[in-house]
């Protein structure tokens, strides 16, 4: 009998080869518990960043991503809106490769986080796709920041001059003037390509921005990635990859991309929601630690790339809840990027906009890319704010005698032409050059710098 059998199985070895399976076999898991936005299934052995489709013969099937696991159980959050799960769905995984459409055909477009169109004008028609997923480029492999990038406002071009490559962070409350601030930045600046990502927005502003901030000028060249605040978590994320995905691929082209992410705190926040469902402690005022490892691992794909030929100069606007710069995100934000822009609510109530707090802004690469002579203007500018600013409450009572202190009565004297200065229309577009030599006529009305595409640059950088 031993040998019989045995020989049948050599026989059967003989067959197996050059007999295939006409179905593969599909593995699938259950569905045995829901908790918050957290569905824990068993019976499937998969990675995190796995995606599983919840079978629902009743309802719409719902797609969810692995986020974690204990023990023999998988924790998936959802990517779309959830109704009608119950006990004992199956759960099969998906043989999903993460790629996404791109091309020029995206320009002018609204698409959400998944890449779908939004704006009911068809399908994308892009004939290329790139993965999701990207290394990262070696930090010395990186161009340095050397040339300036213009962004339309004399405050910013001039006090707070962004390089080509650089990050950098919008701080502001609600109701201070931020997405106006975006929306003039995208109109008039000299990049190529911009992207704009509208992360946990309200469904009413994002059609505002697009509609009436945006418009038809600043959308013709831009690609929007929206995801308001009734997404799910995973969308809301993901739309802030993607993006930044987007921007790489443009800048991967040569171009010269200004990335606009409105915002950081709520692609912090929807973590901060995944990682709580899954069981991760809070640990600074409820955020857990895996916040603040996302946080750079977003931030740091913007810059320069390794040829110098293409750039993502990036502004990720961050809301200061109560306008307290503290917040755990703020904080952490304000650590890792080249300098950050602030809001002063009481210049928005006083009607001064854009309301950039030039005392307590700060751009970190400026001394690198501008002239000696830019800086020093710059400097002295905001020397004789800051002078009046301190002496204001004794000015504003006339408890300030004139000759008390030099510096003072310059300031008083310097200071409607420096409120001008840092003012500016809704469409007023001033480009660099310009700011340039205007600061300059501010602070020595009779000497002026040479307006020229040059002008504030740096001997290397001429």
């Known amino acids: 009998m031993v040998f019989q059998r045995k020989s049948f199985l050599d026989r059967l070895a003989v067959y197996q080869h050059s007999t295939p399976l006409l179905t593969t076999p599909q593995i699938s898991g259950q569905l045995v518990r829901v908790v918050g936005m957290t569905l824990e299934v068993v019976g499937l052995e998969l990675s995190i960043g796995s995606r599983c489709l919840v079978i629902n013969k009743n309802q719409a099937s719902v797609e969810a991503?692995?986020?974690?696991?204990?023990?023999?159980?998988?924790?998936?959050?959802?990517?779309?809106?959830?109704?009608?799960?119950?006990p004992g769905l199956q759960v099969v995984p998906l043989d999903h490769e993460d790629v996404i459409?791109?091309?020029?055909?995206?320009?002018?477009?609204?698409?959400?986080?998944?890449?779908?169109?939004?704006?009911?004008?068809?399908?994308?028609?892009?004939?290329?796709?790139?993965?999701?997923?990207?290394?990262?480029?070696?930090?010395?492999?990186?161009?340095?920041?050397?040339?300036?990038?213009?962004?339309?406002?004399r405050a910013i071009n001039s006090m707070l001059t962004v390089g080509r490559g650089q990050r950098l962070g919008l701080f502001a409350g609600s109701g201070v003037g931020k997405s106006v601030l975006l929306g003039m930045m995208t109109k008039f600046t000299e990049a190529d390509i911009v992207i704009v990502g509208l992360i946990g927005e309200r469904g009413r502003e994002v059609k505002e921005f697009i509609e009436q901030v945006l418009d038809k000028e600043g959308l013709s060249r831009s690609i929007v990635v929206a995801s308001p605040a009734d997404d799910e978590p995973l969308m809301r994320m993901r739309a802030a990859m993607l993006s930044t995905r987007l921007a790489e691929h443009f800048r991967d082209k040569g171009k010269h991309v200004?990335?606009?992410?409105?915002?950081?705190?709520?692609?912090?926040?929807?973590?901060?929601?995944?990682?709580?469902?899954?069981?991760?402690?809070?640990?600074?005022?409820?955020?857990?630690?895996?916040?603040?490892?996302?946080?750079?691992?977003?931030?740091?794909?913007?810059?320069n790339d390794a040829d110098g030929d293409g750039s993502i100069t990036a502004f990720y606007t961050v809301l200061t809840e109560g306008d307290d710069l503290q917040d755990p995100v703020a904080d952490a934000a304000r650590a890792i990027l080249d300098g950050h822009i602030v809001l002063s609510r009481d210049l928005a109530d006083e009607g001064h906009y854009p309301a950039i707090n030039i005392e307590g802004s700060i751009s970190r690469v400026m001394p690198n890319i501008v002239s000696e002579e830019h800086l020093a203007s710059a400097q002295r500018l905001r020397k004789m704010y800051s002078r009046y600013q301190q002496?204001?409450?004794?000015?504003?009572?006339?408890?300030?005698?004139?000759?008390?202190?030099?510096?003072?009565?310059?300031?008083?004297?310097?200071?409607?032409?420096?409120?001008?200065f840092l003012t500016?229309?809704?469409?007023?577009?001033?480009?660099?050059?310009?700011?340039?030599?205007?600061?300059?006529?501010?602070?020595?009305?009779?000497?002026?710098?040479?307006?020229?595409?040059?002008?504030?640059?740096?001997?290397?950088?001429?």
């Open 101 to 153: 459409p791109v091309g020029d055909q995206m320009l002018g477009r609204v698409i959400d986080g998944a890449g779908r169109p939004l704006d009911s004008l068809g399908p994308l028609g892009c004939e290329t796709s790139i993965s999701m997923q990207v290394n990262p480029i070696n930090p010395l492999d990186r161009k340095p920041i050397y040339r300036p990038m213009d962004v339309g406002i």
């Open 258 to 303: 200004l990335l606009l992410m409105d915002s950081l705190t709520r692609y912090a926040q929807a973590q901060r929601e995944i990682a709580l469902s899954i069981g991760e402690p809070p640990a600074t005022k409820g955020y857990p630690p895996s916040v603040f490892a996302k946080i750079p691992q977003l931030v740091e794909r913007a810059g």
């Open 424 to 462: 500016q229309g809704l469409k007023e577009a001033i480009n660099f050059s310009t700011s340039v030599s205007q600061l300059q006529h501010v602070i020595s009305p009779n000497q002026e710098l040479p307006l020229d595409d040059n002008a504030g640059l740096p001997s290397v950088a001429k």
């Open 65 to 86: 991503e692995v986020v974690g696991f204990a023990e023999n159980r998988l924790f998936l959050m959802p990517i779309n809106k959830v109704t009608g799960l119950r």
């Open 391 to 420: 002496s204001r409450d004794l000015i504003s009572v006339g408890a300030y005698v004139p000759g008390s202190d030099n510096e003072t009565d310059v300031a008083i004297e310097k200071n409607p032409a420096i409120r001008e």
